[in-house]
């Protein structure tokens, strides 16, 4: 007998599939060149899921008042802003801005000149194309030169994308949750690991590792 729900199993083992592999992507490798590739990938899965979450507000009528240009940090720090919700801008920042440092090598580059070293302080070096070049009426080539990028760089890299990742998700998640409770008192004690919350702000005092008030994480209490 043919199981009905069999395809339905099969849709649900390819989620998970997906889940742990999208989630291993963001741990460095012991390839380095699988590592780079991770990273390109993993800057462009936060970029994209920032540019859907944006759109998915403006299909609800939040108003941003942003320009397409604008990257990740801002966009979420006026999402946040509008939302009411206490948001860790300069962190994020800096996460997004030294990911997108080692992203711009590495996606600039023509090839790869060389890897060297031993784990884990191995160093990747780039042959990448700079702003001079050589032409006349005949011929014409651009000028290279090679750029160094670390094996730690690649890994701090990944993380900060990896938590971005998170970030956004805690974000979205909790915008979606407060406007199901918009009347919830300001020492209401939420669970981080229900939210979830993977930041904690330096103003609000020593961290919990268990919970957060309605105060503290949202700025309209």
Known sequence: MIDPWGWMDEFRRRIERDRLNEAASFVP??????????LLGGYENVRVRVQYFRAQL?????????????????VLNRIAEVSAIAWPHNE???MFYGAHRVRTHLAHMWWIHAVEGERPD????????????WTDTTWSTPMYSLE????AEIRTALNSLRRMRAYVHALQRMIKLFGEMPNTPGDHLYR???LPLP??????????????RADQIRTDR
């Open 29 to 38: 490798d012991a390839q380095l060149e699988r590592s780079a590739l991770n």
């Open 199 to 212: 930041w904690w702000l330096e103003e609000w005092g020593t961290e919990s590792k268990d919970f957060v």
């Open 92 to 94: 994020f920042s800096a």
């Open 58 to 74: 403006a299909s609800r009528g939040v108003v941003l008042g942003l320009k397409d240009r604008d990257r990740p940090p801002k």
């Open 122 to 133: 191995r160093v990747m070096t780039l042959v990448v194309p700079t702003d001079r070049g």
């Open 192 to 194: 981080r690991d229900w």
């Open 148 to 151: 160094r990028v670390t094996e």
